[in-house]
């Protein structure tokens, strides 16, 4: 809103002068007012990006704490898994070890007791040659009994030797 009038309607026209002058001062003043609306509002622009570029920053900070916290969660639960597998492992190795060693002192013992079983059928074959029918039936009913007790004492030496193992 500039003034129109030029130089020699100036001249001319006081009235008119005064009234230019005074839409030049309007002018310049609603300019200033608008200048100093529009720093405030740009004032306000930047604080209130200000405080969103914070709010994201704070975001970002506090999901990078929350992705460290859960990085270290997950390896402490890998290497705490990996313990247990270990562990595991071992005790099934464990585990194989005594069931084998079992299987080997059954076998032994069975196969102790198949040469024992044949060296009483030997013995009675021999005891029959030198022995009447009336007389073997009286070693029959010891056989019977020191059987029984050859028995406990073959499962006292078993559970002995599992004691031995477990220690």
């Known amino acids: 809103m500039s003034c129109k009038c030029g ?36 004032s306000l622009a930047c604080m209130e990006l200000e405080k969103e570029r914070m709010a994201a920053s704070s975001a970002a900070d506090e999901t990078m704490a929350m992705i460290l916290r859960l990085q270290n969660e997950k390896s402490a639960t890998e290497i705490e898994a990996n313990h247990y597998r270990k562990l595991a492992e071992k005790k099934q190795e464990f585990d194989k070890e005594v069931n084998e060693s079992l ?35 009286e070693f029959e009913g010891v056989d019977h009994a020191s059987m029984s ?19």
Do not use: G
């Open 149 to 167: 007790m050859f028995n406990s004492t073959l499962e006292n030496v078993v559970d002995d030797d599992m004691d031995t193992f477990v220690l």
């Open 103 to 137: 299987q080997w002192i059954v076998m032994r013992h069975e196969s102790e007791r198949f040469l024992l079983e044949e060296k009483l059928m030997s013995f009675r074959q021999k005891l029959k040659e030198y022995v009447a029918d009336d007389e073997l039936d």
């Open 7 to 42: 130089p020699l309607k100036f001249l001319e026209n006081s009235k008119s002068q005064e009234r230019c002058e005074e839409d030049f001062e309007f002018d310049v003043l609603t300019l200033r007012r608008l200048v100093k609306i529009e720093k405030h509002k740009a």
